[in-house]
């Protein structure tokens, strides 16, 4: 072993031995160190800043968050900064799913660190998040979930890891191939599992969320890209000596996205993006609404669809209000006048909603011979003065 090598390796026994150092002396919950903190913490909960958004009523009750439970497969570059953000968020447990292992490739992510080479990413993570909020409940699950052996035990883990042995609040699919994500598709189908798929696009300039609900919105075998309908294998289009781009500030933007929509569609505020694109090239954010596929090559699809189908569709009405005046009595004699512009047919039809012409447009009907100015044997003085009259 060679100098170089040998300090390399004191150099990652180190980083192992201060990361384990740190860990242990911040290893008591968060609650328990609120002293320590600076004044701006209020009650039971370090990450008070969070509970502003309850303060400004933009959420009913944020603390609703720590009762609630995600599960995120993939932790990748969108998954393990997804993971961070709802820790940090105070999420109630998360549910970890992974089975690669950490590379000197992956520290270009936001969240691993060179003495973790080595570890699989799901302890990696687990450890680096139990540091940030020991507060936050970690179940890890280091296994591939499209292997017929393990396929079983995903779904049952989905059904039972809530906080209440239930089924999980939300699952958020962070992974890099098509078919975990048809895996994944497959057992939220079959399980009526509400979920969000996630990705970035190879050359890591672009990216995009989906919210799928089973029966409602699209599911992820109702409009497939074309190496999926084409039942094309994926690992035939990878060429030798090219790998996948990866950038953490798309990755970021990304993960942002996901966690943003997780936080609208739990607490219940703001409207939930059916599909959010991002496209760094142009700045250019695209949203659409995904209707789902009555041809599905997915049966829970299909039944989904039914189910919702012959569900009875509530039926709105607006209350009639009548209006009265905001105040009875007028005891200063205060009165309105209406300065609106009348309203006009024709400028409806060549403006917009809101503006108004400068001037009308000419009308296309007169008849100008009938005005015409007969010049003949007239001079010009005559004409002139004829101009000055008018």
Request: charged letters at 20%; proline letters at 4%.
């Amino acid at each position: 072993m060679t100098s170089i090598e040998n300090l390399q390796q004191q150099i990652k026994i180190l980083e192992q031995q201060l990361a384990e150092a740190t860990l242990n002396n911040v290893g008591v919950p968060v609650r328990e160190k609120i002293k320590q903190m600076s004044s701006e913490v209020v009650g039971t909960n370090p990450y008070s800043r969070l509970l502003a958004l309850q303060r400004m009523g933009i959420v009913k009750n944020y603390q609703n968050i720590q009762s609630m439970t995600v599960a995120v497969v993939g932790v990748g570059g969108v998954g393990s900064v997804t993971a961070e953000m709802l820790t940090r968020c105070g999420i109630g447990k998360l549910v970890l799913f992974d089975y690669d292992k950490v590379e000197l490739a992956n520290m270009n992510r936001l969240f691993f660190q060179p003495h973790q080479v080595g570890q699989s990413k799901v302890e990696a993570a687990a450890k680096t998040l139990r540091f940030i909020n020991p507060d936050v409940e970690i179940e890890i699950y280091n296994y591939n979930i499209t292997t017929v052996d393990h396929f079983d035990e995903f779904i049952n883990t989905i059904k039972t890891s809530s906080i209440n042995k239930g089924p999980v609040d939300l699952l958020l699919s962070c992974v890099d191939n098509f078919e975990a994500r048809m895996a994944i598709n497959t057992a939220c189908n079959e399980l009526n599992q509400i979920w969000f798929e996630s990705g970035v696009s190879e050359n890591a300039i672009s990216g995009h969320i989906q919210f799928i609900i089973p029966g409602v919105t699209a599911c992820f075998a109702c409009a497939p890209p074309l190496v999926v309908a084409s039942n094309i294998d994926e690992k035939t289009l990878k060429r030798d000596g090219v790998c996948a781009a990866s950038l953490p500030t798309t990755m970021g933007i990304v993960a942002g996205f996901l966690v943003q929509n997780t936080l609208k569609y739990l607490l219940e505020f703001g409207t939930v993006s059916h599909y959010l694109g991002y496209n760094a090239m142009q700045d250019f954010f695209p949203t659409m609404n995904l209707k789902p596929n009555t041809n599905c090559n997915d049966r829970f699809c299909r039944k989904r669809q039914e189910e919702f189908a012959s569900k009875p569709k509530l039926e709105y009405c607006e209350e009639c209000i009548e209006e009265k005046p905001l105040h009875e009595d007028n005891e200063w004699g205060i009165c309105l006048i209406d300065e609106s512009v009348p309203e006009d047919t024709n400028t409806k039809k060549y403006v917009a909603e809101g503006l108004v012409q400068a001037y009308d447009l000419p009308n296309k009907n007169i008849d100008f011979e009938s005005h015409a100015i007969d010049t003949c044997d007239q001079s010009l003085e005559e004409l002139m003065s004829k101009m000055k009259s008018l």
